[in-house]
Structures are given as C-alpha cells and as structure tokens.
C-alpha cells in the first residue's frame, strides 16, 4: 500500500533579498485510500507544501524527510516524482503556447506509465474521461490551459488525474474561484478516482464548502508553516463554525 | 498571447495599420527601386529598412567592399523530364521580370552576378517530382540571380536547399503563367559563419497559385526579402514561413505583398523559435492594397516562441489599405515565452525536461511543418528541430 511519509518538513523561499521560512516543521502521513484535507487561512504554507511535495524550484527544503513507499522523495527531479506517483492539482495551471491538450496528455500518459497507451483505447478513455467532466471535445484541440476559464482549467486538472492515477493526489485549492456547478463536477471527477480506492488524497483548502462533495477521514488545520491540529471529519465542522481566528490569534503570525 | 486584429471593410484604424491616401511601405525606403547599385546610398543602419540589421555582420554586402571570388557557391539544379534548366547572361531577356531590387544589396547581388540561372517548366507540364536545386557555401563570396518560370497552367514544386559556408546575396525570380502552381521551398540550412540576404521576387499571373515555405535555421546573418505582386485577377499567394533563431544569430523576414490587382489573395504566416544570448529574430510583414484593388483577401500573421532570456524578437506587421472594397484584412503578431513554470507544469506530468522542451516546439511548428508536403523535407525539419534543441539544452 503506498504511503507518503512528511517526516519534519523546512522549507524557506528567497524574497526581497531575504530568507524566509515558510515550512516549520510538517509532519503528515498519507496512505493509498485515505482522503486528508488540510485548511487553513491565507498564508499559512499550504500552497507551499504542496508545491515543495511537487519539486518546484522555487523552494528550497532546509530540513526534514519526504518518502514515498521509503524512496527518497526530495532526490527525486519533479519528473521523477510525477512517475513515481506524486500529482498536484494546481491552483493556477500554467499555459503551454503550442501543446494541444491531446498531445499533451498522450505524451504525459505515456511517460507516467512508461509506455505509449494503445490508440483505439487511449483516444475512448479520454473521450469518455472528457464528457464525465462535461468537456466538450473540441478542449482537445486547444492548447494547454491557453485562454481556458478559471472552471476549464481545473476540470482539465482532474481530467489528467482520473487519466494518469496517481498513487498520491495532492489537490491545491481545486475549489477556488469555482461556481456551484463547476464544483459539483470537479468533486465528482475526484471522487471516482478515490473510489478507486488506489489513491491517497490530500485536498488542500480554504474552505470547508468543497468537503461537502469530498468528506475526508482526516482534517488537518495548517497554520504559521505547520499542522497544528488533527481531527475527523467533525474538525470542519467546527473551522465552518468558528473559523481560523482560535488558530492564527496570539502571534502565530503567517 | 494572442493579439489579433481584424479591419471590416470601410473602417479606419489606428496605430500600426494605416489607412494611407499614399503608401509608407514604398515611401520610406531609401531610394526607389532600382536594378544599378549606384542608385542606392550606403546604409548607415538607421535607415528603416536597415534598423534591425547590424551592418558590421554583412562582411561588406552593403558597401561594395564584398568582392565575388572564384569558387564562392556551388549550384547544382537536379530537374525532371520536360523541365529546362539553362544557365545565360546578364542580357537575357528573362531576368528581373518579376521583381526590381528594393535595398543597397540586393541591388548589389543584381549588379554583381556573371551568370544566371534560369529553371522553366513549360506550360501545362505538370510535375510529379520536385526540382531541387542545391546551393553549397565553399567559402568565398558571391552574387546570384535564379530565376523560375512557369507556364500556363504548369504545376511544380521546387526545393532550394542552402548549405555549406558563403557570403551569399542572391535574388530570386519566380514567374508563375495564367493557372499555374508553383510550391517553393527554400531552406537555410549554413554554417555558423554564413551571410546570406537576397530578394525573392514572385509574380503571379491570372489564377495562379504560389504558395512558399522560408525555413532558416542556420547562419551568421540572415535576411530574405519575399515579395509578392500579382500579374492578373484571381491569384492567391500562401507564404509560410519557420526560423529557429540560435545564440549570436540574426535572422531577418522582411515581407511585401503589394496587392495591385482585383481579386487576389494572400495568407502570410511565419513561426520562429528563438534560444540563447543574441539570438534575434526580426519579421517584417508588410501587405499593400492599392486603390486598384478590390475584393482583396488578406491576413498576415508571426508567432515567436522565446525558449530562453537573451534572445530578443522584433515583429512589425503594417497593412496598408487604400480601398474599403475589399473581402477581409487583418493581422497579427504575438511573442510568447516558454518559461521556467511551463516546463514546471510539463514536468510534474512525469515529462522529462528535454521532452518538454520538445513538445513545446514541435508543436508550435507542426501545423506549418505539416502542409509542406514534401516528406523527406518535412523529415528533415523535425530532425533539424530535435538537433537545435539538444545543442542548447
């Protein structure tokens, strides 16, 4: 069963001129089946875990363990991790001039599973991913995330995770900027991987709104760069009902 | 990064696209046209149509100082049956029809060549296989003048195929009869140090067709002059073009198509990539519709996709109406990167970086690559595409 194991996790970013740390220490356990939603205010890191976990250049990790099924994961090139099983939905999705969907996401399957997916069966297993995610299938011709709606894009996120199953999901702030609809659809697209079974999910939010479409084991609140509680399903309720404030009060500054 | 704009017929519009009363595209040239180089002054560089050029780089093209010597290219011509390959004279009647220099070298290329090369493909011969002519850079300096004939209702297709090392500046003639289709395909192919700059002239007669692929890849220096007119109602000019801009090159597209007749078409489209420290890509698309010409339908577009910092793209499209009785005009022009967080997102998709890289252009080029339906070229494209990006990565 694969396992992804945050063992004390620093991170630190470079900006203006200075170093600051934005990862105080993460401990977190994630195994295939398990749904993890971390909440937390604006500023808390968890963007950053998130991308830290993916490999972006852009952090640098001072200190700490990330394993996935015991493998290093933090030796890993952020290709490396994407084959070893590692996904990240990600809040902005970045445009790619030149690169049609489809070819995109063929080239992608076929480096994920290590070979070229059949045609016949490739070119109907997008299809039908497409239209559970009510994509039209003219999406395909368009190029990646060029000129898409803030709604396309994540659809076209959870488009790649139904495709590419990972063995650990990480869905940063899927929900936002989502209507009603858009995330009734997104949600759904997310449950049926987990009712795989295979993946481990670890949503990332704002909001307690998506969790009524994805209910998680585990509830984690994230706050100053580290997980300062852990709970059931219930500790949602209760960040809907009284918010961030219990956490972010007395210095515990992002 | 798109930005497109599209003129209705009868509208005025600002900015780069100007509704003229006369024409800039001819007025702000330096002189008029003219076969003799004497009629040209030595560009200084601030001209306008030598403001993106840097002069010290044509090894002496521009001044005079470029002297032919022996052995400068190698110009092999391998044809089909019924088509007439025949090298003549300065005399011949044949030469500079389809076209008078516009600049200081290309005025100099007509000037300086001994001989010329003349392909004629008869009328209502149809072709099945291309003509190629291979041009070989062995070293030296040299003028050029090629021209391309063909006759009413004759279709070809023709590869001009530039390699080797050469200071090279060289005019094309492409004379297409009532009816006739004519593909070209020319390729730049040199050496690191190669300078080459010439002008392409093609006149299209009463329903002709010519549609024209630039590729340039290599040399120090390179700037192509493609200019359409056309001899008669009912022509349609498609020029594709696609330059991969390495470090420390200069490659320079400058476009007119001088509508100046009724009914004609024109569908301009050039992609460039571009990689490394000095690399400079410069297009220039200029379209002329002359009061004459009504019912003109014409677009014009350039893309360049910048791969790495330092490379820089100069992109100036100018469409010139003199008529609102027209079909459609419109252009575009837009630069894009291929950054740090592109290859980020192509890469947390399990795609290695060079890959990426890969994707990322080919699939920028193909929908240009794919209509030149010459396979061996197009082969050679994607080969040529994968060799540029290994060399820089």
Redesign the interface.
Same mark, same amino acid.
């Given at each position: 069963m694969a396992t992804l194991e945050i063992r004390d996790l620093h991170v630190t970013v470079e900006a203006d001129n200075a170093t600051k740390e934005i990862l105080k220490g993460v401990d977190l356990t994630v195994k295939q089946g398990e749904t993890h939603a971390i909440m937390g205010p604006n500023g808390s890191g968890k963007s950053t875990l998130a991308y830290s976990l993916a490999g972006h250049p852009k952090y640098t990790i001072t200190g700490g363990t990330v394993t996935l099924d015991g493998e290093d994961v933090l030796e890993m090139s952020v290709d490396e991790r994407a084959r070893a099983g590692l996904f990240l939905a990600m809040q902005y999705p970045v445009e790619v001039p030149g690169v049609s969907v489809s070819n995109f996401l063929r080239t992608s399957a076929t480096a994920i599973r290590g070979e070229a997916p059949k045609l016949r069966t490739w070119v109907k297993e997008v299809r039908e991913a497409m239209e559970r995610l009510n994509m039209d299938p003219a999406f395909a011709e368009r190029n990646v995330n060029e000129g898409f709606s803030g709604g396309e894009k994540k659809r076209h996120e959870i488009l790649q995770l139904e495709l590419l199953k990972p063995k650990i999901a990480i869905l940063d702030e899927t929900d936002s900027g989502l209507d009603v609809d858009a995330l009734r659809v997104v949600s759904e697209g997310v449950n049926r991987v987990r009712e795989s079974g295979e993946v481990g999910t670890l949503l990332i939010t704002h909001y307690t709104r998506i969790l009524r479409y994805i209910k998680p084991d585990h509830v984690h609140v994230f706050s100053a760069g580290r997980i300062v509680e852990s709970g059931g399903a219930e500790l949602a309720d209760k960040l809907e009902n009284e918010g961030y404030e219990v956490y972010t009060k007395g210095g515990a500054s992002a | 990064?798109?930005e497109a704009q599209n003129i209705p017929v009868g509208s005025t519009t600002a900015g780069q696209i100007a509704v003229a009363a006369e024409s800039t595209v001819a007025t702000r040239m330096s002189a008029p046209p003219s076969f003799d180089v004497a009629d040209f002054p030595v560009p200084h560089g601030r001209e306008e149509e030598w403001r993106f050029t840097p002069l010290e780089r044509l090894r002496g093209l521009h001044d005079g100082t470029a002297v032919a010597t022996g052995e400068g290219v190698k110009v092999d011509i391998d044809a089909p049956e019924g088509v007439v390959v025949e090298t003549v004279g300065r005399d011949d009647a044949r030469l500079g029809r389809a076209g008078t220099p516009v600049d200081r070298v290309a005025a100099q290329a007509y000037s300086a060549f001994e001989k010329a090369g003349v392909v004629t493909v008869p009328k209502e011969t149809v072709l099945t296989e291309p003509i190629r002519i291979a041009v070989h850079g062995q070293g030296g300096v040299a003028y050029g003048h090629q021209v391309v004939e063909l006759g009413a209702f004759a279709e070809a297709v023709v590869v001009i195929d530039h390699t080797g090392d050469a200071v090279l500046a060289a005019n094309v003639d492409y004379i297409l009869g009532d009816g006739a289709k004519l593909t070209v395909v020319s390729v730049q192919d040199w050496d690191d140090k190669a300078v080459h700059v010439g002008q392409h002239n093609a006149l299209i007669g009463r329903d002709a067709t010519f549609k024209s692929f630039v590729v340039t890849f290599g040399g120090d220096l390179v700037r192509l002059h493609p200019r359409i007119a056309y001899a008669g109602t009912g022509g349609e000019a498609e020029l594709f073009g696609l330059y991969f801009t390495d470090a420390g090159q200069h490659q320079e597209h400058r476009l007119l198509v001088d509508h100046n007749t009724p009914h004609c078409k024109s569908n301009v489209a050039y992609k460039g990539a571009l990689q490394g420290d000095g690399a400079h890509a410069v297009w220039i698309g200029d379209v002329l519709i002359e009061a004459t010409a009504e019912g003109t339908d014409t677009y014009e577009m350039n893309r360049n996709?910048v791969l790495t910092d330092g490379a820089r793209v100069d992109s100036v499209p100018n469409l010139e109406i003199e008529t609102g009785e027209i079909v459609g005009a419109g252009h575009a022009s837009a630069t894009?990167r $291929?950054d740090?967080?592109?290859l $980020?997102?192509?890469?947390?998709?399990?795609?290695?970086?060079h890959?990426a890289r890969r994707?990322?252009?080919r699939? $920028? $080029?193909a929908e240009l690559v794919q209509q030149i339906g010459v396979d061996d070229i197009e082969e050679r494209l994607l080969v040529k595409i994968d060799e540029e990006l290994e060399a820089a990565v």
């Open positions: - | 990064m798109a996709l894009g $291929f740090d967080e592109q $980020f997102y192509l890469m947390a998709r399990g795609i290695a970086a890959d994707l990322v252009v699939g $920028f $080029f």
